[in-house]
């Protein structure tokens, strides 16, 4: 490099196991680079295999503690083959929700988050941002490279991963009669404080379901999906058995996020915000409460309104924190 020339905008890893497979989506990825918008490492995998990965460390050394960059990278690396599995497995349990393939799942914790969008059959693009305020602008950078990558790489449309921002709710019927339900204990003050900032959420027509679960227990949960705006939603699956569904998705959590934080140990040891499961039709939200074992789970079934439906969330969340230090469960 001459004392002219720039430094790389990002310094590419390839694996021996791709060769020259990987040219066309590392180009891909590199034009990222040029405006990263606080997208800080990529990696893509296929079939369970490291490809190559794409970053910005050698711009961050003083981030990893004098660490090594090479041993940084290997970590970051091992970090997301591990999430990738975990993002398979999530997938294969979601199926009986017939919602879809899972096409984006994003962590978020303290520290930054991490995105794995999903590219073709058994291949997978995942990036990171270490930056708290750049989530967002990461988050939308990388849907809209799976899509990239789908399009210029496989002449494939893209599946719409993160919605829509500029889509509009088509309303629901009127009038709009959420179905609530309650587990035990919960007391008659703090459901109805849960229904009276819960059902306003719903009756906008982006989210559709949420539910409270404490020490990983049902607690809670209001729905509109009796509402015949949603009737092509439920041609196989009846309502009830959806919200078991739901439930049963829960239940699993306390394993599901236990093995997720075991997988992204080398890129985080905090506890994790948000997770979005992204489906071909609409998206699961799981947002923490300050409690032990307690989280908010929310649904939206139409895939524009992803983003809209979890703005809906963030609302809720600390509506129904008070609630709960108000009326205790």
Not at 91 to 103: K, N, Q, S
Not at 210 to 237: G, M, Q, T, Y
Request: charged share 25%; aromatic share 10%.
């Amino acid at each position: 490099m001459t004392a002219k020339e720039d430094p790389p905008a990002c310094v590419i890893r390839r694996s021996s196991y791709g060769g020259a497979a990987y040219e066309n989506i590392i180009a891909l990825c590199q034009d990222e680079f040029r405006d990263p918008q606080g997208l800080h490492t990529v990696s893509y995998f296929d079939h369970g295999f490291h490809g190559f990965s794409a970053d910005l460390f050698h711009k961050m050394t003083g981030r990893f503690g004098g660490r090594d960059i090479e041993a940084v990278r290997e970590g970051y690396e091992n970090a997301f083959h591990e999430f990738v599995i975990n993002v398979e497995r999530m997938d294969r349990l979601l199926a009986d929700l017939e919602t879809g393939d899972l096409i984006r799942t994003v962590v978020e914790t303290s520290e930054g988050a991490i995105h794995c969008g999903w590219v073709y059959s058994g291949e997978y693009v995942v990036g990171a941002t270490l930056d708290t305020s750049a989530v967002e602008s990461m988050d939308w950078k990388m849907s809209a490279l799976a899509t990239k990558i789908r399009d210029m790489a496989f002449s494939l449309p893209g599946r719409m991963p993160g919605g829509d921002v500029e889509a509009e709710a088509a309303g629901l019927a009127e009038p709009v009669t959420p179905f609530l339900a309650r587990g035990e204990p919960l007391s008659e003050a703090a459901e109805r404080g849960l229904r009276e900032v819960c059902v306003p959420r719903l009756a906008a027509g982006e989210l559709h379901y949420v539910a409270l679960h404490i020490d990983w227990e049902f607690r809670f949960s209001a729905d509109v999906f009796d509402n015949p705006a949603l009737d092509s939603w439920f041609h196989r699956l009846t309502r009830d058995l959806r919200r078991k569904q739901y439930l049963e998705v829960a239940r699993r959590l306390q394993r599901d996020l236990a093995e997720l934080t075991h997988a992204l140990w080398r890129f985080t040891h905090e506890p994790f915000r948000r997770v979005v499961l992204d489906v071909e039709s609409g998206a699961i939200y799981v947002y923490p409460l300050n409690r032990s074992g307690a989280f908010l789970l929310g649904v939206t079934l139409f895939q524009p309104l992803v983003p809209h439906a979890e703005e809906r969330m963030r609302e809720l969340l600390p509506d129904v924190e008070r609630v709960l230090d108000e009326t205790p469960p």
